[in-house]
């Protein structure tokens, strides 16, 4: 996901990626279905954040067989002018209130 903006003044894109690879392996019996042999699996998970060309945010999670091998989080400071988290989006613009008290 790509999202165009403006960050001091300079058009900037602020980009969001999100990768998942997962394998499983098993033989299990041709008569007792939950009778498994051999069973084995693997996964492995990025998630990076950039604003242009330098990073924002990435983290990389690596697991074989039910357990985690790897973990790796990665933060950097990363001006995000008009940029901002709304809900599960990143949106620009300024945020305006949806709900005020009065």
Do not use: M
């Not at 403006?6 to 990768?19: F, H, I, K, S, Y």
């Not at 998630?47 to 990665?74: F, M, W």
């Amino acid at each position: 996901v790509v999202v165009h903006g403006e960050v001091g003044g300079q058009a900037r894109d602020l980009a969001l990626l999100g990768v998942i690879n997962a394998s499983a392996v098993y033989n299990r019996s041709l008569t007792n279905h939950s009778e498994l042999f051999k069973g084995g699996g693997g996964s492995s998970e990025l998630a990076k954040i950039t604003l242009g060309d330098s990073p924002c945010y990435q983290r990389s999670v690596e697991a074989k067989d039910g357990y985690t091998k790897a973990a790796h989080n990665s933060t950097y400071a990363c001006s995000w002018g008009e940029f901002y988290v709304c809900g599960l989006e990143i949106c620009r613009g300024v945020p305006e209130p949806i709900l005020a008290f009065v």
